[in-house]
């Protein structure tokens, strides 16, 4: 893609980055941590640190492959560099089917959950949550699909909009809270080892980081741009995320939270600055996870064009062809849509059925561990392109793609530890074999 043509500056990728991250997970996260953990308000910090650690260290390391190349795909041109074509389609195709759609389908409907309590006295309204969060679906796929340049406008805004609700309770929180839940001597090597799987959560909470190289194509001077935001967004975002952990819990107290769960935000804020001013801060939330839903959708809709492009999916040469007038695959955008919905009926079974209750199926937690794996693979690329001598700063080739791994191998650890990790894992290699398959056949196709 011409230069001129391209739609993003640094700041709208900087706010990509921490507009993805920040808006949902935390939100709903925070007292899952604190369950994970034993209500032990330390090593929920502790938690939240090892996880901004693998992002802040993951950012500058994949940045590495951001300063080589602004192909389209992200992560599939980078794992394409690192190992080579099926390597990088399976990464492609695991966002296509699995990542992307799943985070998609929960994001939407984690705001509908804030929308119904924003608008609790609304009779029309109750009940009504996945209807909501299928609209949701249908007015953030059509911005993004019909109007790109307003899904980076909004994806701008809805940044700093999701900070005033965030910052407010967590600088309230430190300095008019009860600090006495932060025990720093309750640290311990079984309490952490116990609370491992609390890891998955906080992973959740910074997924979302590695969406911007989806559309490094798009971005001005991509090779600049893009590794500034991965080094500058992660860091921005563990202090946001380690106050606000720490104001919440400090209003209300670690037990509170457990009891409120996903309200804990809503009674904070009561507790603050009373209902009236309470809802314009749930209407900041609401606005804040649609804005990370909005950076999830601009990414998805990008990685079946970039598939097509390589020819790795059957349809390939409609799937890659560029509207004139909207400057994005059409068809591109219809898959990744579909794909989603299909996600959200199965988010709905874990959520409504009671046969799937008995699996215990977290559609959130689902794709983690695989694209942790990816993570872990694409560091070591790093490592070995360091090694090779085409990284000539130590701290760039070694210290950083080390300590990143070591980040990404707490989180994989964790996740597999977790009640549900292990048929997490043997769902995702289900998906990446028959990926595998088609690709198989696909060629087979091509050479007859």
Known sequence: MQEENRKYGLWTTIAM?????IGSGIFFKADDILILTDGNVAIGCF???VGAGGIIFGGITIAEWAKRTDD???LISYGEKAYGSRFAFLIGWFQMVVYYPALTAVVCWVASNYTLQLFANV????GKIWPLTFLYMVLLYAINTFAPKLGGYLQTS????????????AILGVLFGDPSSLQPDSITGAGIISGSSAVVAAAFSYDGWSIAPSICHEIKNAKRNLPMALT????????????YFLGITFLLGPEQILKLQDAAFEAASVKVIGNGAAKLLLAGVVISVLGTCNGIILGSCRVPHALAVRKELPGYEKIAKIHERFEV??????????LSCVWLFIHYLSVESTVFHSFQLDVSGLPIVIMYIFYFLLYIGVLRYAWRGNIKSKFFGYICPVLACLGAGIVIYGGLSSPNGKMYLLISCTVLISGYGMLKAL???HSA
């Open 17 to 21: 980055v921490i507009g993805i991250v």
């Open 443 to 445: 060629g087979k196709k």
């Open 47 to 49: 938690v939240l640190i």
């Open 329 to 338: 695959s059409l068809r591109s955008h219809l898959l990744s849509f579909l």
């Open 158 to 169: 809805t940044t700093f909009i999701k900070m005033i609700p965030l910052l407010l309770i």
């Open 123 to 126: 009779e029309f309204l109750q």
């Open 232 to 243: 500058i967004a992660p860091i921005v975002i563990l202090v946001i995320y380690l106050l």
């Open 72 to 74: 389209a795909g992200g």
